[in-house]
T-cell receptor
Framework: GAGVSQSPRYKVAKRGQDVALRCDPI?????LFWYQQALGQGPEFLTYFQNEAQLDKSGLPSDRFFAERPEGSVSTLKIQRTQQEDSAVYLCASSLSGRGETQYFGPGTRLLVL | QQQVKQSPQSLIVQKGGISIINCAYENTAFDYFPWYQQFPGKGPALLIA?????SEKKEGRFTISFNKSAKQFSLHIMDSQPGDSATYFC???????????FGAGTRLFVKA
């Protein structure tokens, strides 16, 4: 079956632009996670959804970051007024239920802010 | 207290050798410890995971050793192959929580 897909795969933005990153989780997966992975580092947790409910957004770096999953499937991570320090790979993962379950990662969106 | 410390940063192993990557954690509430493998341009993929009620778990050439009292766990890759060349991340999470905390990663290169 299809895995987690993310689009776009690459995004170049000028500083100050808004960007929207999309995640299509595995069908039927209740839990969805967003991570930020800086070059040469491990993924860092951003936020977690259980169906359409955002249960943890403690990892979002600032109020410029916003995530939604309105119908409990596709999710969008939006970054407003992008800054150079936002340059990273943004990973989405889904799991069947969430807690202690295998997370299946997408290929990521590589964001470069100039 | 939320950190997971991973070492070494990079590792070069001869084909057929044993690759060993170590991780240490501080938060005793962590109760799920997965290892992920990541190839360039791909997302991490779960390799093997362990819970603290066992001291060792083996799946094929991959073994996790877990030392609860020392708050350490390690990944052993037996008979390492060039195809194992990738970045490996240890991680930790807790039942009732949503965050998974990742180590900084180990870049493994297996020489043919």
């Amino acid at each position: 079956g299809a895995g987690v897909s993310q689009s776009p795969r690459y995004k170049v933005a000028k500083r100050g632009q808004d960007v929207a990153l999309r995640c299509d989780p595995i069908s039927g997966h209740v839990s969805l996670f967003w991570y930020q992975q800086a070059l040469g580092q491990g993924p860092e947790f951003l936020t977690y959804f259980q169906n359409e409910a955002q249960l943890d957004k403690s990892g979002l770096p600032s109020d410029r970051f916003f995530a939604e999953r309105p119908e409990g499937s596709v999710s969008t991570l939006k970054i407003q007024r992008t800054q150079q320090e936002d340059s990273a790979v943004y990973l989405c993962a889904s799991s069947l239920s969430g807690r202690g379950e295998t997370q299946y990662f997408g290929p990521g969106t590589r964001l470069l802010v100039l | 207290q939320q950190q997971v410390k991973q070492s070494p940063q990079s590792l070069i192993v001869q084909k057929g050798g044993i690759s060993i990557i170590n991780c240490a954690y501080e938060n005793t509430a962590f109760d799920y410890f997965p290892w992920y493998q990541q190839f360039p341009g791909k997302g991490p993929a779960l390799l093997i995971a362990i819970r603290p009620d066992v001291s060792e778990k083996k799946e094929g050439r991959f073994t996790i050793s877990f030392n609860k009292s020392a708050k350490q766990f390690s990944l052993h890759i037996m008979d390492s192959q060039p195809g194992d060349s990738a970045t490996y991340f240890c991680a930790a999470s807790m039942t009732g929580g949503f965050k998974t905390i990742f180590g900084a990663g180990t870049r493994l290169f297996v020489k043919a």
